[in-house]
Structures are given as C-alpha cells and as structure tokens.
C-alpha cells in the first residue's frame, strides 16, 4: 500500500546532540510536511517542500533544518536539540496542482522525540 | 481571534451513544476546504474527510456523518452507535488562500468511549 513512512517510531537523543528523523514516501506526492506536535496539543507547521522549493514558517526556529534530497525522502534536522524540542514530529504528504485543488494530507505515524 | 474553534476539550460517552463534535470556523475567502482528521492513542493522524466550501451537501460514511453550514460556519462531526475504537483525539482543521492553503487546526476534541 501506498503511504508515509517514518522513522524512527521512537528516538531519544542527548541534550545538544544532533539528531536526524526520516520520511519516506510512496505516494509520489509534491509536497512534504514536518509538523511538531506536543501533548494535547495541535499539530504545529515547521516547514514544508513543494517540489523543491522550501518553505520555512516565520516562527520555526533555526535550530529545526530540513532537506529533501528527491521526491521520495525528506529529513528533519535538529542541530542541537533542547528539553523543549521534545514532542511528537509528524510527516506528513500532499498532491497540490493547479486545477486539481488541494488534496488531503496523509500522515506517517509519526517519530517520538526524547531529550535526555 | 481562532480561526477553527473546538469548544468541547472532551467528551465522555458511554458505547453505542451517539456524540458529536463540534467545529466553527472563520474566514473570509470564499473558496476553502474542511478536514477532519482522528488521532488515536498510538498517535497516527488518520484522514477522514476533506469537504470545499461549494459543497454543502451532508455526508455520511458508515457511523461518521459530517453537516457543514456555511450560514453558521460550521461543520460537525457525529459518530452514530459509538464504540471504543472511536476513542480518540479529533481534531477540525481549515484551508484557506489568505493562509496559502496550509492547514489551521482546532485545538482537538479528545473523546472517550467508555464500554
């Protein structure tokens, strides 16, 4: 089946020390979504990839890079996370062409953070 | 002033009653689109539905109807005969060109399904 893959499901990482999540798609979708979402909370826009075009969020931090090296893979950077950064981060993908309208995103399961 | 607001934090019902969620929106572009997205416990959000603001017309899947009105900018979600596998986080969310189409998401309505 077709979907959105993240990994991984779980990660912890030490405080200040780099750490990379991974998505992988097989919708062949154009755009790509980092969402950061903290308990009882509602999903929260980091940036996002329409095509190859990158569109960071006014207030995402510029501790939170991303790159998107082809169509199918997109990573999140934290350079040096901190206790605040952890959170569930979400991947999520969209088609969106002139014409067709904006379709739905479709969501990995997401990767839990932990900071030590 | 929120754009999509979800005035129930949470509801508990017992299984097999009817519930339903609430959503007011507010915009002002004429052309937008409506999601309803489910989070359950183990955290994935799960699609259910995507309406455009042309469409009025209600909806029903199964247990899941949606009724959007434009004159009260709202577009409720009733789950019919509820059951513990409805237990989850839902969340309302809207689409819209002043916010270049990105979605603006309701603060979510946790629902327990008590068996």
């Known amino acids: 089946d077709a979907m959105v893959i993240q990994n991984p499901r779980y990660q912890v990482t030490q405080f200040g020390k780099p750490v990379t999540l991974s998505c992988s798609q097989t919708?062949?979708?154009?755009?790509m979504y980092w969402y950061q979402q903290k308990s009882s909370q509602a999903p929260k826009l980091l940036f996002h990839?329409?095509?190859?075009?990158?569109?960071n969020e006014a207030d995402t931090p510029d501790n939170f890079q991303s790159r998107r090296p082809n169509t199918s893979f997109c990573f999140l950077d934290i350079r040096s996370p901190g206790l605040g950064d952890a959170a569930m981060y979400l991947c999520?993908?969209?088609?969106?062409?002139?014409?067709?309208?904006?379709?739905?995103?479709?969501f990995g399961d997401g990767t839990r953070l932990s900071i030590l | 002033a929120q754009k999509v607001t979800q005035a129930q934090t949470e509801i508990s019902v017992v299984e097999k009653e009817d519930v339903t969620l609430d959503c007011v929106y507010e915009t002002r572009d004429t052309t937008y689109y409506l999601f309803w997205y489910k989070q359950p416990p183990s955290g994935e959000l799960v699609f259910l539905i995507r309406r455009n603001s042309f469409d009025e017309q209600n909806e029903i899947s199964g247990r899941y109807s949606w009724n959007f009105q434009k004159s009260t900018s709202s577009f409720n979600f009733t789950i019919t005969a509820s059951q513990v596998v409805d237990s989850a986080v839902y969340f309302c969310a809207l689409s819209e060109a002043a916010s270049n189409y990105q979605l603006i998401w309701g603060a979510g309505t946790k629902l327990i399904i008590k068996p």
């Open positions: 999520a993908t969209s088609r969106e062409s002139s014409g067709q309208g904006f379709q739905p995103q479709h």
């Open positions: 919708l062949n979708h154009n755009v």
């Open positions: 990839y329409y095509d190859k075009d990158f569109n």
